[in-house]
């Protein structure tokens, strides 16, 4: 649990350092970029320890955790930050916990209580409320709700693939490996976005270093930990600690952007936090019982 809880404490600076970094840079790169210096620091790690090649039956959910990973999650985030708050993304991103079970649970065919369902309609429910909800709409618009919510499933799917490989391998070697495949891509990408938008933008001390730091910690030591922990106390349990990640961002918005947390978004995200805790728990007798 230990390590889960230092994997989402970096990730949870993840929505605050994108909103920087979108002030200087275009979205794309924002995201191909992140996974650039993260493959580089892979490589490097892969050739000194001298990491064999992964098992070929491991290559799909591989690349699928690539996609989400590397893809999904910074390109629909970045987007979506464009156009509202990081605070506001923080209470739609709440749902991930919650997403990452449904994910996890319909990859397995995992049978689940009537209360997970439940509980699961309610968190729904209550990020409904809050995106149309006055207080929600002074943060966002429904383009970037949807682009948050996209970006939630797509990181909920890559957590879910990539600790199915860390049953076979290390989780520090399961993301290393993930962004090392995406360099053929990443880096040709990330080359054409500089080239093609950088005299669009005028990015400051802080968006580099905010690039750098999604890069080193968001992209890739986070997922040190957070695989690790999946790994040690299981994706039900360990993945309850993520319940902290979107309270973790607020506190961030509120102290690096200076953004104002209104009342509305804290009881929003509380509300969230609490059913994704009451789903979770009603998942982990299912998931535990003989088949």
């Not at 990640?245 to 995200?269: D, I, K, N």
């Amino acid at each position: 649990m230990a390590w889960a809880l230092v994997g989402v404490l970096l990730f949870s600076f993840s929505v605050p350092l994108t909103k920087v970094a979108v002030e200087g840079f275009d979205p794309f790169l924002t995201a191909t970029g992140r996974a650039v210096i993260a493959g580089a620091l892979a490589v490097a790690l892969i050739l000194w320890r001298r990491v064999p090649l992964p098992p070929r039956q491991q290559l799909r959910p591989l690349l699928a955790t690539m996609v989400g990973a590397v893809f999904g999650w910074p390109i629909l985030l970045a987007l979506a930050l464009q156009r509202t708050t990081a605070a506001h993304a923080a209470v739609i991103a709440a749902f991930m916990p919650l997403t990452t079970a449904l994910l996890a649970v319909l990859r397995t065919r995992e049978r689940v209580s009537p209360q997970f369902w439940l509980a699961s309609g309610a968190g729904t429910a209550a990020l409904l409320a809050f995106a149309l909800s006055r207080g929600g709409a002074e943060g966002g618009d429904p383009v970037a709700d949807a682009l948050v919510a996209c970006a939630v499933v797509a990181s909920s799917w890559c957590y879910v693939e990539g600790a199915s490989v860390t049953k076979v391998m290390p989780g520090w070697q399961v993301i290393s490996w993930v962004v090392v495949l995406a360099l053929p891509i990443t880096v040709p990408a990330s080359a054409a976005l500089w080239w093609g938008t950088h005299a669009d933008y005028e990015p400051t001390v802080g968006a580099w270093t905010s690039l750098v730091l999604l890069g080193v910690s968001s992209m890739y030591l986070g997922f040190f930990a957070w695989y690790r922990g999946l790994a040690l106390a299981g994706i039900a349990r360990g993945g309850q600690v993520q319940q902290l990640q979107a309270l973790l961002t607020l506190l961030w918005s509120a102290l690096l952007l200076r953004e104002q947390v209104t009342r509305v978004t804290v009881l929003a995200a509380v509300a969230v936090i609490v059913c994704v805790v009451c789903a979770q728990r009603a998942r982990v007798p299912a998931e535990a019982a003989p088949q």
